[in-house]
């Protein structure tokens, strides 16, 4: 099997098959620009059927909310939007059938023992479409959270154990480690909102505040390595991959109880850390050449530099200076014939 260069995805469509670990119902996981797996039902719906906020489609291999641009009327459905394991407070009338024929298979599946839900059902929408991997750490254990432009991840452990999911020799897990200290920094942001009562009390003790290790590294590949699980020898994303990616997005509701008050010890950054902030000197104003012009400039200029007023008015004064003389040159002979004419005509009258 091979991926095509061009293709934004570069995951082999038999990895992405899957079931909701939750009712059982097949899923695909695709990807979206933000590095985010999103699981998609693998049929497509009528776009004229489905509202617009219930609207995906895919562009060459992502997932992309809304329809299709070509809109060829046909769209695809995230499956945490009608999963029915998961209660929904605000789901659309238009989507109720598809909640309840998803429902009746699930039913039947576990009836038959076909399937076998997870013992804790989910609370939220959130942890249907990125449920946390087996190896994420339990009540009371810690969990990091890494923060890009915004965006937070939040691993299965500390950053020193998060590991490579990419393969490695005999299709072994790599066993290298993927975020260096000396690349980031513990910084205090904002906890993002989510409505209830639940998330305003979490904001009550925590401030609404909390710790997370940010990503300084300026260059914009190397933090997407980082936030895609890789090392730098499998930096490339058409490596296949060992286990599923284990940096899942931060939901203050889910995982509350690893929010950090402080920054954790022995995390110091490096005293040769580059500054973010740019000194920039002060420009020098170089003034024009022309006695009395008081326009200038600050740009790298030759010396004797004009500006753009007097070299303009320098040229319409040498365009009007060569005009005149042109003008000179021309009537100086036919004067001089008119007077020789004129002279004949006087001597010839004189003459008579």
């Given at each position: ?32 620009f933000e590095a985010i797996r999103v699981p998609l039902i693998p049929v497509e719906f009528p776009t004229r059927a489905v509202p617009p906020r219930y609207r995906w489609h895919l562009d060459n291999g992502i997932a992309c909310l ?287």
């Amino acid at each position: 099997m091979r991926i095509w260069n061009s293709s934004a995805s570069k995951k082999p469509v038999r990895d992405i098959q899957d079931r909701c670990s939750w009712c059982g119902n097949p899923v695909e996981w695709r990807e979206s620009f933000e590095a985010i797996r999103v699981p998609l039902i693998p049929v497509e719906f009528p776009t004229r059927a489905v509202p617009p906020r219930y609207r995906w489609h895919l562009d060459n291999g992502i997932a992309c909310l809304g329809a299709n641009p070509r809109d060829y009327g046909y769209c695809r459905i995230k499956h945490s939007s009608v999963c029915p394991a998961v209660p929904h407070d605000d789901l659309d009338p238009a989507m109720e059938s598809i909640l309840r024929k998803l429902g009746v298979r699930m039913r039947q599946m576990i009836h038959s023992g076909a399937f076998v839900p997870a013992p804790a059902a989910p609370r939220s929408e959130a942890e249907v479409q990125e449920p946390d991997p087996p190896t994420a750490a339990g009540t009371g254990g810690v969990r990091h959270v890494i923060h890009r432009g915004g965006l937070l991840r939040i691993a299965p452990g500390t950053l020193e154990e998060l590991q490579c999911i990419a393969a490695g020799a005999e299709g072994r897990r790599c066993p290298n480690l993927i975020i260096d200290i000396t690349e980031g920094r513990w910084i205090e942001t904002d906890i993002p909102y989510a409505p209830g009562r639940a998330h305003q009390q979490i904001l009550n003790v925590t401030g609404g505040q909390m710790w997370v290790w940010d990503l300084t590294s300026p260059d914009f590949m190397d933090a997407r390595r980082c936030l895609l699980q890789r090392c730098p020898e499998h930096a490339d994303e058409r490596a296949r991959e060992a286990c599923d990616m284990e940096l899942v997005a931060f939901d203050s509701m889910r995982h509350g109880d690893f929010i950090l008050d402080r920054a954790p010890d022995g995390y110091d950054a490096p005293q040769n850390e580059p500054s973010l902030v740019f000194d920039l000197a002060t420009p020098s104003r170089q003034i024009c050449a022309t006695e009395g012009c008081g326009n200038g400039t600050v740009s790298v200029v030759e010396k004797g530099w004009k500006c753009y007023q007097c070299v303009r008015q320098e040229k319409r004064r040498q365009a009007t200076h060569q005009r005149w003389q042109g003008e000179a040159h021309e009537g100086d002979p036919s004067g001089e014939d008119r007077r020789g004419s004129s002279g004949s005509t006087a001597v010839r009258k004189a003459y008579r």
